[in-house]
């Protein structure tokens, strides 16, 4: 592919960014309408856990406390804390309020929908690329993490931005977007080995330089802040606290362990495929087999350029990263974790369709595309198959639900105590809703009442037993949307004191 099948007469610059205004009015909708809406999924510890400790204790240390100490808020180990420390820093200037993650999203959504505009007008023809724009970035996973002010959106556009930066050859923009991307998690950490290869590639194809002692030193230069800041984190939580990922006492311990045979390692790339194309991404790796089988009957000869080559490097990198975890850990399987190579791989597909149809094609292409992906927030399996809810804008009743759950609670005079729940519910409730109290809701089933939502994934077992009404009885179910959250008897519980079960 050549530079000059991307240029040429009739071309509309603003189409793009009359594209990247109408993404940024739906973003800001969707801000609006999570202003108030309580930390969600993974948030409640990689934002507000972390910030609460930061702020009750003025930043005292940079390292939070570890996992055997027993408290409530402790650090995640391998994934620095920035995220926590900028939440922190903001609540002491505007107060501790839920609005303040919410409306922090929106820079980065902001810095999103640039990089990614920017990067377009690179790697896209202008007639085209305010088409493309909306499928790269209203994917309902997208949308999710910006709903929710999850520190994955602030990944996702660094990422983009370091990536534009390569491209660019800006090395100040790589520089302050390495720093962000390294210290936000650990996926980050590592991403960043892979952006230091693309860069170095791509000054060898592109600029045509040789590769030398001296080309690796000028290019490791802007990666230097961020390998350092790092690495200092990294030493000291290693020195003080032991090597990250052999902690028993982690809560994600678990998912750091080996399969177990072969049969774990086919069901981890099932997961890993099923994350791939759902909620309707399928609709991007049929367009890239058709661009495969296009090019084959026409017997095209392709000449790449530069950056289709840095491109495709990107996404075979991010896709062997990912892939190496599916077949080493049992850790779960998230769409989020792969908004970037999502995104790398639309550009590179639409990049690709560019040479063998016209525009007006493309654009139909690409509205087809969006209408595929807006329908993914309504992507549904069995309650017994896991569902990526932080993924999916079809989590939204889950807001409500759990209020209504809670007030049902309080209004019955069942004491909190009493009272267990699956992910998403269990848990001291300050850190969610950041409410001036300790509301706390035990794990497993021991207790005598239960928290049942879909929204928990729980296990095949626990979906069996309370259905089984000799176990479970159900007193109150409360719906809307996808979602059930129900309140659970557990008739077998004793009461203390007593050596018989509820009748």
């Known amino acids: 592919m050549t530079g000059k099948s991307l240029r040429g007469p009739g071309i509309k610059p603003g189409s793009l960014n009359i594209s990247m205004l109408l993404v940024a009015l739906v973003y800001a909708a969707t801000i609006a309408i999570s202003l108030d809406k309580c930390y969600f999924w993974d948030n409640v510890q990689f934002t507000s856990k972390e910030a609460h400790w930061y702020y009750s204790n003025n930043f005292t240390s940079l390292l939070l406390p570890g996992f055997s100490e027993g408290l409530e808020m402790f650090g995640s180990g391998c994934h620095p804390p920035l995220p926590g420390i900028m939440t922190a820093l903001l609540w002491k200037v505007l107060g501790q309020h839920i609005w303040v993650s919410h409306l922090f999203t929106a820079f980065w959504a902001a810095?999103?929908?640039?990089?990614?505009?920017?990067?377009?007008?690179?790697?896209?023809p202008q007639e085209s690329a305010g088409f493309v724009l909306p499928v790269l970035l209203l994917d309902s996973t997208i949308l999710s993490q910006i709903f929710i002010a999850s520190p994955d959106l602030m990944l996702l556009a660094s990422f983009i931005t370091a990536v534009v930066a390569v491209f660019e050859r800006k090395r100040w923009l790589l520089t302050m977007a390495l720093i962000f991307l390294v210290l936000i998690n650990g996926r980050g950490a590592a991403t960043s080995g892979i952006v230091l290869i693309l860069y170095l590639v791509h000054q060898v194809i592109a600029?045509?330089?040789r590769f030398t002692l001296k080309l690796f030193i000028s290019a490791l230069l802007p990666f230097i802040p961020a390998f350092t800041l790092a690495g200092f984190y990294y030493i000291l939580y290693i020195t003080r606290y032991g090597w990250i990922f052999n902690d028993p006492a982690s809560p994600w311990y678990s998912g750091w362990q080996k399969p177990e045979g072969l049969l774990q390692i086919l069901k981890n790339i099932a997961a890993f495929c099923l994350r791939l194309g759902e909620n309707g991404r399928f609709i991007i790796y049929l367009t890239g087999i058709y661009l495969l089988t296009a090019s084959a009957r026409k017997k095209l000869k392709r000449v790449f350029s530069s950056t289709d080559l840095s491109l495709a490097l990107l996404f075979g990198m991010l896709f062997l990263f990912f892939f190496y975890f599916v077949l080493t850990t049992t850790a779960a399987m998230t769409s989020r974790y792969y908004m970037g190579m999502f995104l790398i791989l639309g550009v590179l597909i639409f990049r690709s369709l560019a040479v063998i149809l016209p525009v007006r094609k493309i654009k139909i292409i690409a509205v087809a595309s969006l209408v595929f992906l807006l329908t993914g927030n309504l992507w549904m399996y069995p309650d017994k198959i896991s569902k990526a809810w932080d993924a999916t804008l079809a989590h939204l009743p889950y807001y409500e639900l759990r209020h209504e759950c809670f007030d049902y609670i309080k209004n019955n005079n069942i004491n909190f105590a009493q009272v267990s729940g699956g992910f998403c519910f269990m848990g001291n409730q300050r850190y969610v809703d950041l409410e001036d109290r300790d509301l706390r809701i035990s794990e497993g089933t021991e207790n005598r009442y239960?928290?049942?939502?879909?929204?928990?994934?729980?296990?095949?077992?626990?979906?069996?037993?309370?259905?089984?009404?000799?176990?479970?009885?159900?007193i109150r179910t409360f719906r809307k949307g996808f979602l059930t959250v129900s309140l659970y008897e557990n008739r077998l519980y004793a009461l203390p004191g007593e050596d018989t079960a509820i009748k």
Not at 111 to 124: A, E, V, W
């Open 111 to 124: 810095l999103l929908i640039y990089s990614t505009g920017r990067l377009l007008k690179i790697t896209l």
């Open 207 to 209: 600029d045509k330089r």
């Open 450 to 474: 239960y928290i049942y939502s879909n929204i928990s994934n729980p296990g095949d077992k626990l979906i069996d037993d309370l259905k089984d009404s000799s176990k479970w009885s159900s």
